[in-house]
């Protein structure tokens, strides 16, 4: 959650006073309480930033409540998260049965307990563990912080070994690509370990080349991070080559460096979708695996998962000897407390689905990552994603090879995603080179900004530096975007490109000018007054400045 700073309604009222859309409303005391429908007299006077005095009906905060969410985007719509939206009726179901357990309470709710180690089993199993380990692991309330413990264990058994051999211990750090989810630089920056971003180009398709990050490594090395599906672009990141390459640089410098893979995404595509590939425990330096449950996992947000192919990857500092709740048990996560019910919704997922049922939908979303990505890249845009390009015949792995000379052309049709380029079912795109070039005014910030008046929910952002000039689009095909969302938002963003090419097909034009100023307000949204969004954040111009900050490489800023 971002932070969110403490409102003064008294400060909100007066400063609400001198803004000039506040002359359309009559009464300027709106700004601090709470309106509800006209027949609602409880909450006609309830405040909106200090506890009342009095509550109201039960029914009165309910459809106060309500009717505030509607201000919010539909999530079916939200092209712009890997977040799940939609669970099946008896999933919520069995959500709202358990909501009020608590997972760590293990001596009270054991069949809770039951069930998420039945989870990690199946994980494991789907992560291929080795037979001769001791995989273990536990559900997080994300991915993020699922890679807070994954790190923090790498940095422990760096510490030792430096400890055991008597060399200094001070100056750990962590190789990852620029193109990283912010989750992987908040470790490095809370737990005091050097972040080396390696450098991704778009000849690289804005991922981590392997080979590039061999030059950040060195003795204080605690490990590298590999991403199984960029949040940018889709692409997963070379984990076998990763540890070829190390296990050559541990035989010319005796280095031994081990992996740690961020799978916030791809965890649970590419067992079913890619199963010949190897990313996971059978790669001899991968030690260490995270993935979100609430993302292509299909759970409701809060859940993420962690496991360690083997006992030994975590250092016995790191865990906590429970007693308190009526039994000996121990635990390594960064919380106490968590809900039990997205576990049992991921157990429920397990149960329904199975491995075909999530291979099939993998399937369905690849496969309309493919149908959109063909009709885009046929139009305005230059699609930058890569899984509707053939696999190079080399790549395809099928119990049938009969078509593998076929792989050469673009227009394959085949469903398995092998005979395709590995990666999420993300579509990432930009305005073709051709299109910018005739129509330079048009900013392609402003087809986010209609889309949204149209419902869709769709970012535009900056590549990772070194490429940050790109800008690009993205959507991520999730289970909800079926086929025909998928033609409505085709005919949408096309209607708005052609739109945008009317409006403003005399740049010089007077109108033309307007247009782009018009366009370039409501997509910066500059103007509109936001009084509980503007008054709500917390101003970076007084958080406490110990001098000159460490910076930051993602697209995470610094503040």
């Known amino acids: 959650m971002p932070f969110s700073r403490h409102i003064d309604a008294d400060l909100v009222i007066e400063q609400s006073k001198e803004h000039p859309h506040e002359k359309y409303f009559g009464n300027q005391a709106r700004t601090a309480i709470h309106q509800s429908w006209s027949r609602d007299e409880d909450a006609q006077t309830i405040p909106k930033y200090q506890l009342p005095d009095v509550g109201i009906p039960s029914k009165s905060a309910y459809k106060l409540l309500h009717d505030e969410m509607n201000l919010d985007g539909n999530p079916t719509l939200n092209l712009a998260s890997f977040v799940h939206t939609w669970m099946p009726e008896e999933a919520t179901k069995l959500i709202m049965e358990t909501i009020n357990k608590n997972a760590v309470d293990l001596d009270e709710y054991p069949a809770s307990q039951t069930i998420h180690n039945r989870c990690i089993s199946m994980i494991g199993h789907l992560w291929n563990v080795p037979r001769d380990c001791n995989a273990l692991g536990t559900a997080t309330a994300g991915s993020s912080e699922a890679i807070m413990l994954g790190g923090l ?30 989750a ?36 204080n090395t605690i490990g590298v991070m590999v991403i199984m599906g960029s949040t940018y672009t889709g692409h997963f990141e070379d984990v076998q080559l990763m540890s070829d390459l190390l296990d050559d640089l541990q035989t010319r410098t005796g280095l031994d460096i081990p992996i740690h893979v961020d799978a916030a995404s791809g965890g649970f595509i590419a067992p079913f979708a890619y199963p010949n590939l190897k990313w996971a425990f059978d790669v001899p330096r991968v030690v260490s695996i995270n993935t979100s449950g609430h993302k292509f996992g299909l759970v409701y947000p809060g859940l993420g998962w962690i496991l360690w192919k083997d006992e030994h990857f975590l250092h016995k500092d790191l865990m906590f000897e429970l007693h308190y709740l009526g039994s000996t048990e121990y635990s390594y996560t960064l919380n106490f407390s968590k809900p039990a019910a997205p576990i049992i919704a991921q157990m429920y997922n397990f149960l329904n689905l199975g491995f075909e049922g999530y291979r099939k939908i993998a399937f369905r979303d690849l496969r309309n990552a493919r149908l959109l990505s063909r009709a885009l890249e046929g139009t305005y845009f ?16 099928s119990p049938s090879k009969k078509t593998v000379s076929a792989k050469k052309h673009a227009a394959t049709d085949e469903d398995d995603p092998e005979y395709y380029q590995r990666g999420l079912p993300v579509v990432s795109f ?42 690009m689009l993205r959507i991520v095909v999730r289970e909800s975007l079926s086929a025909d969302l998928i033609e409505r938002l085709i005919a949408d963003i096309l209607e708005t490109v052609e739109a945008l090419r009317a409006t403003n097909s005399d740049a010089n034009s007077e109108s033309a000018v307007g247009g782009a100023s018009s366009m370039l307000t409501a997509s910066t949204g500059s103007g509109v007054n936001q009084p509980d969004r503007k008054h709500g954040r917390p101003n970076q111009k007084n958080f406490a400045d110990g001098g000159v900050g460490i910076g930051q490489s993602t697209y995470a800023k610094q503040c």
């Not at 940095?155 to 193109?179: L, S």
């Not at 230059?382 to 792995?397: G, I, M, Q, R, T």
């Not at 080179?433 to 209609?450: D, G, L, R, S």
């Open 430 to 471: 930009r305005f073709s080179n051709e299109f910018k070039q005739e129509y330079p005014h048009i900013q392609q910030v402003w087809v986010q900004t209609i889309l949204r008046a149209k419902g869709w929910i769709m970012p535009n952002y900056g590549a990772p530096p070194a490429e940050e000039k790109t800008e």
């Open 153 to 182: 264990a790498m940095k422990k058994r760096w510490q030792e070994t430096r400890k055991a051999t008597g060399k200094d211990y001070f100056y750990p750090n962590i190789v990852f690509g620029a193109n990283a989810q912010v």
């Open 184 to 219: 992987l630089e908040k470790f490095a920056r809370y737990w005091d370990v050097e972040a080396r971003l390696v450098p991704v180009h778009a000849q690289t398709d804005f991922v981590m080349h392997p080979f590039d990050a061999l030059k950040y490594i060195d003795e």
């Open 382 to 397: 230059k699609v930058l994603s890569n899984v509707h390009h053939p696999a190079s015949p080399e790549n395809v792995e």
